[in-house]
């Protein structure tokens, strides 16, 4: 008999705290007259989201609608806020920036057991990366370090490389842990001379979905050989632009310049072997001078026209993208949208090309995800959840052909609340 007073206790102990105004049990499945959505879905964490819907049938403006919501590892849904329905039914909650921070669960409800099904919000972790230099030899340590946003202690970090000739496959070349404070930092040397393109990620728990940061790129070259050296007046530069390739020839096995010597300038592109492209004379310093307007990578060595050849060590230039950038309109309302479009030289077509906003955390981020066209083209259509104002960038990340390049920022104001009528349909 005990056995039973106590079960019955409990149930409806439960039944209560589903029922009391601020708490909420199981998250309901459908809806039940009452309609719900959120915009934008996934975000960054920290991104402002914009939560709306209906109040079907009868007698619907001018209602109570109650917002719950969940965040793991919550048991049960709270109450965080209320709004009134408006003439047609409709209502809006706008979570502000800076609130959403991970992933979480959301639905309403309204009068005489109208309910909405459950919306689940994805929140991106915000992870940065830093280099402490842009260029290194092999064998030469560099360390990267960043920071990841919310707290995730002693969390494993990738250390990834971009590996694919579209610019959105990603290997892993080295693994540490963030320390108490969310802070990571390690060490990686380089075996092989190039052009890399690196990232971190942090995989996705319960908390958040993947994060991963901006990319940096690291130059690494060569040792020089000390009797023939080779160096470019700009290490990366953008399409379009020139560079100078220069250095000095010294007579074999000593420290003495070697004056008028014909010398060639020699070079590849990815998946292709080393072309003659220039032929001069060493001046009477033993120096000598290149000009080159490359649109891919190039790999460059010069060597002594005549035999026996004696050549520098190999040299990597690096060519940047050129992405351009403009926006439908300067401004909109939360929860409307501006198409963010452009384009990219040299040609990039079926490149992977990402959209950026500015996090609250000062850094680049993800945000959506598109192919550029057969034209060297782009285009995205981003949705807004909160006012204020705000920066977007297209980001296209390295390849074997080229240095990634973001373009400039954009900047779109978001004031006053868009029409509900004029969202997509909520369900």
């Given at each position: 008999?005990?056995?039973?007073?106590?079960?019955?206790?409990?149930?409806?102990?439960?039944?209560?705290?589903?029922?009391?105004?601020?708490?909420?049990?199981?998250?309901?499945?459908?809806?039940?007259?009452?309609?719900?959505?959120?915009?934008?879905?996934?975000?960054?964490a920290g991104e402002g989201v914009l939560i709306y819907g209906q109040l079907e049938g009868a007698d619907s403006a001018g209602q109570r609608i109650f917002l719950y919501h969940r965040?793991?590892?919550?048991?049960?849904?709270?109450?965080?806020?209320?709004?009134?329905?408006?003439?047609?039914?409709?209502?809006?909650?706008?979570?502000?920036?800076?609130?959403?921070?991970?992933?979480?669960?959301?639905?309403?409800?309204?009068?005489?057991?109208?309910?909405?099904?459950?919306?689940?919000?994805?929140?991106?972790?915000?992870?940065?990366?830093?280099?402490?230099?842009?260029?290194?030899?092999?064998?030469?340590?560099?360390?990267?370090?960043?920071?990841?946003?919310?707290?995730?202690?002693?969390?494993?970090?990738?250390?990834?490389?971009?590996?694919?000739?579209?610019?959105?496959?990603?290997?892993?070349?080295?693994?540490?842990?963030?320390?108490?404070?969310?802070?990571?930092?390690?060490?990686?040397?380089?075996?092989?001379?190039?052009?890399?393109?690196?990232?971190?990620?942090?995989?996705?728990?319960?908390?958040?979905?993947?994060?991963?940061?901006?990319?940096?790129?690291?130059?690494?070259?060569?040792?020089?050989?000390?009797?023939?050296?080779?160096?470019?007046?700009?290490?990366?530069?953008?399409?379009?632009?020139?560079?100078?390739?220069?250095?000095?020839?010294?007579?074999?096995?000593?420290?003495?310049?070697?004056?008028?010597?014909?010398?060639?300038?020699?070079?590849?592109?990815?998946?292709?072997?080393?072309?003659?492209?220039?032929?001069?004379?060493?001046?009477?310093?033993?120096?000598?001078?290149?000009?080159?307007?490359?649109?891919?990578?190039?790999?460059?060595?010069?060597?002594?026209?005549?035999?026996?050849?004696?050549?520098?060590?190999?040299?990597?230039?690096?060519?940047?993208?050129?992405?351009?950038?403009?926006?439908?309109?300067p401004a909109t309302t939360d929860g409307g949208s501006v198409t963010i479009s452009g384009t990219v030289s040299p040609n990039k077509a079926g490149h992977a090309i990402y959209l950026?906003?500015?996090?609250n955390d000062g850094n680049w981020h993800d945000v959506a995800l598109g192919v550029v066209t057969s034209t060297s083209t782009y285009s995205f259509t981003y949705t807004f959840g909160?006012?204020?104002?705000?920066?977007?960038?297209?980001?296209?990340?390295?390849?074997?052909?080229?240095?990634?390049?973001?373009?400039?920022?954009?900047?779109?104001?978001?004031?006053?609340?868009?029409?509900?009528?004029?969202?997509?349909?909520?369900?």
């Amino acid at each position: 008999m005990r056995l039973r007073v106590g079960v019955l206790a409990c149930t409806l102990a439960a039944i209560g705290a589903a029922l009391a105004p601020g708490v909420a049990g199981a998250a309901p499945r459908h809806n039940h007259h009452l309609t719900i959505a959120a915009v934008p879905d996934p975000i960054a964490a920290g991104e402002g989201v914009l939560i709306y819907g209906q109040l079907e049938g009868a007698d619907s403006a001018g209602q109570r609608i109650f917002l719950y919501h969940r965040i793991n590892p919550q048991p049960f849904f709270s109450l965080i806020g209320t709004t009134v329905t408006n003439q047609f039914g409709f209502y809006e909650f706008t979570r502000a920036e800076g609130v959403v921070v991970s992933n979480r669960s959301w639905f309403v409800r309204g009068p005489g057991g109208a309910h909405s099904r459950t919306v689940h919000e994805r929140v991106a972790a915000l992870v940065s990366l830093a280099s402490n230099t842009m260029t290194a030899n092999t064998g030469q340590p560099v360390v990267f370090s960043g920071h990841v946003t919310p707290d995730h202690p002693f969390q494993p970090v990738r250390l990834q490389q971009q590996n694919s000739l579209a610019g959105n496959g990603w290997s892993t070349i080295a693994t540490t842990f963030t320390n108490g404070g969310s802070n990571f930092a390690l060490s990686h040397r380089f075996k092989r001379p190039g052009d890399y393109t690196l990232r971190a990620l942090v995989r996705g728990d319960a908390r958040n979905i993947t994060g991963e940061s901006d990319s940096v790129t690291v130059e690494v070259q060569q040792k020089q050989n000390p009797t023939f050296t080779i160096n470019s007046s700009s290490p990366i530069i953008t399409e379009g632009g020139s560079v100078t390739i220069s250095g000095v020839l010294y007579k074999p096995g000593s420290t003495t310049p070697e004056p008028l010597t014909s010398v060639t300038l020699y070079g590849k592109q990815a998946g292709s072997g080393f072309e003659a492209l220039a032929t001069t004379t060493t001046g009477p310093d033993g120096s000598y001078n290149f000009s080159q307007t490359p649109v891919y990578n190039v790999v460059y060595k010069v060597e002594t026209t005549l035999k026996p050849h004696r050549a520098t060590a190999d040299l990597y230039q690096g060519v940047q993208d050129v992405v351009m950038i403009s926006s439908s309109s300067p401004a909109t309302t939360d929860g409307g949208s501006v198409t963010i479009s452009g384009t990219v030289s040299p040609n990039k077509a079926g490149h992977a090309i990402y959209l950026q906003r500015m996090g609250n955390d000062g850094n680049w981020h993800d945000v959506a995800l598109g192919v550029v066209t057969s034209t060297s083209t782009y285009s995205f259509t981003y949705t807004f959840g909160q006012m204020g104002t705000f920066q977007l960038r297209a980001r296209i990340y390295g390849d074997p052909d080229n240095i990634g390049a973001a373009s400039q920022p954009v900047t779109v104001t978001v004031s006053g609340v868009a029409p509900v009528t004029s969202l997509p349909p909520a369900s």
